[in-house]
């Protein structure tokens, strides 16, 4: 039975920051790839940053690109994705993801979490 459970998300100003993490239990997941996506209302779910195991390769969307950093702990088996300058337009529910390999496609992730909603006001 494997879980994600991601935390941290809530409301923040226009440029301000917030850290979101994403504690995943169940399943020995040495090797597993992480990821970030989101979902605006309206929108379909995209792609923001994804990190390897070892954390060596990480990969942002370009929207997220500078301004958000992806990292992991893998000894506490739990990513996080530090947002900085946080505009309104990545106002979002924020979703965790595994995959064995690195990707930046949702289909390719074998395991979600709930996720958690970031409000960026103006």
């Known amino acids: 039975q494997v879980q994600l459970v991601e935390s941290g998300g809530g409301l923040v100003q226009a440029g301000g920051s917030l850290r979101l993490s994403c504690a995943a239990s169940g399943l020995t997941f040495m090797g597993y790839a992480m990821g970030w996506f989101r979902q605006a209302p309206g929108k379909e779910r995209e792609f923001v940053a994804v990190i390897s195991w070892s954390g060596s390769s990480v990969y942002y969307s370009d929207s997220v690109k500078g301004r958000f950093t992806i990292s992991r702990d893998n000894a506490a088996n739990t990513v996080y994705l530090q947002l900085n300058s946080a505009k309104p337009e990545d106002t979002a529910v924020y979703y965790c993801?595994?995959?064995?390999?690195?990707?930046?496609?949702?289909?390719?992730?074998?395991?979600w979490g709930q996720g958690t909603q970031v409000t960026v006001s103006s």
């Open positions: 993801a595994l995959h064995r390999l690195l990707s930046r496609r949702a289909s390719d992730f074998a395991y």
